[in-house]
């Protein structure tokens, strides 16, 4: 059975700061692994996507790596900003995606 | 936008009744996944429907029960409501390989 661990599970850091979010999963036998970001009472936005024969993807300030042998992913912040003040999901996906239970982040003035 | 679409936006039922929540998928979709998100938890897979075929099930009682429509759109029905089903519902479609899910807004249910 897959178990999804993130940490931290709540995270403050001033504006500017360079941040790193972990994700760790038991099973490697995934298809590939999701971040999302979730606002408060919101529904899940979709951040990057990595297959499970790359190592790492980008998007804009976010990059994320996928270490599959050690069942290890995480999404680096570059030059956080207050409107980064989310809730961080990771997923991994196999038949169907297990996510782990959130980093919660607050980027401050 | 994702292309997926959940009503209602919030519900609130008393325990014992029943509820539908409904999904639009993205045209071409033929998978749809439900999952719930009770506070301050990750989602978890409730199951996931592939042409109109219920297609893997996650750890929920049969009181939660599903169906999907040629049109790209499903229900989640949930019959016997207990407080703790109490959650956000979260719907996402792919396409026919696993690969990106996308996901609708959610709804909102209150059990009282």
């Known amino acids: 059975k897959q178990e999804v661990t993130q940490i931290p599970a709540a995270l403050s850091v001033p504006e500017g700061e360079n941040l790193v979010l972990n994700c760790s999963f038991t099973?490697?036998?995934?298809?590939?692994l999701q971040w999302f970001r979730q606002d408060p009472g919101k529904g899940l936005t979709s951040l990057l996507l990595?297959?499970?024969?790359?190592r790492e993807q980008t998007s804009g300030r976010l990059n994320a790596s996928l270490d599959k042998s050690s069942g290890r992913s995480t999404l680096y912040i570059a030059a956080s900003q207050p409107g980064d003040s989310a809730t961080y999901l990771c997923?991994?996906?196999?038949?169907?995606?297990?996510f782990g239970t959130g980093t919660r982040l607050q980027v401050t003035l | 936008e994702t292309g997926v679409t959940q009503s209602p936006t919030h519900l609130i039922k008393t325990r014992g009744q029943q509820v539908t929540l409904r999904c639009s998928s993205q045209?071409?979709?033929?998978?749809v996944s439900w999952y719930q998100q009770a506070l301050g938890q990750g989602p978890q897979f409730i199951f996931q429907?592939?042409?109109?075929?219920?297609?893997g099930r996650g750890n929920f009682p049969p009181r939660f029960s599903g169906l999907q429509f040629p049109n790209y759109s499903s229900e989640l029905n949930v019959n016997a409501l207990e407080l703790d089903d109490s959650a956000l519902y979260l719907c996402a479609s792919n396409g026919e390989s696993y690969n990106e899910q996308f996901f609708g807004p959610g709804t909102r249910l209150t059990v009282l």
């Open positions: 099973d490697s036998a995934i298809y590939n």
């Open positions: 045209s071409g979709h033929n998978t």
């Open positions: 990595i297959q499970s024969s790359q």
């Open positions: 429907y592939y042409r109109e075929e219920e297609n």
């Open positions: 997923a991994a996906t196999a038949s169907k995606l297990t």
